[in-house]
């Protein structure tokens, strides 16, 4: 396959204390490090489309904050995994400090 999957990075360790899970029901990824601070983030590859990735906050008020739209074109595996890592460090980073 051309672009990372879902698989590769639920193959991920832990980034700054958050670890990624598939929800069964809805197919999606999200970030989470087993706190419950009102705040969830979801980034799953190839959700809107093939080669992107959706990153976007919710709430427990049903507040969507979409962050970002990783695009993977031209991009080897190794540097779309490296893209994707960055992006999810700077995106928790932004939940912890809004705690």
Known sequence: ???????????????????????????????????????????????????????SIYTDEGDVQDVAILKFTDMSKKEQLSYYKEVISNVIDVILEKK
């Open 1 to 55: 396959m051309r672009y990372i999957q879902t698989e590769d990075i639920l193959k991920l360790n832990e980034i700054k204390g958050f670890t990624p899970t598939m929800d069964n029901m809805s197919g999606t990824l999200e970030w989470s490090n087993g706190e419950d601070n009102g705040k969830y983030l979801y980034a799953t590859p190839n959700w809107e489309g093939e080669g992107q990735c959706p990153v």
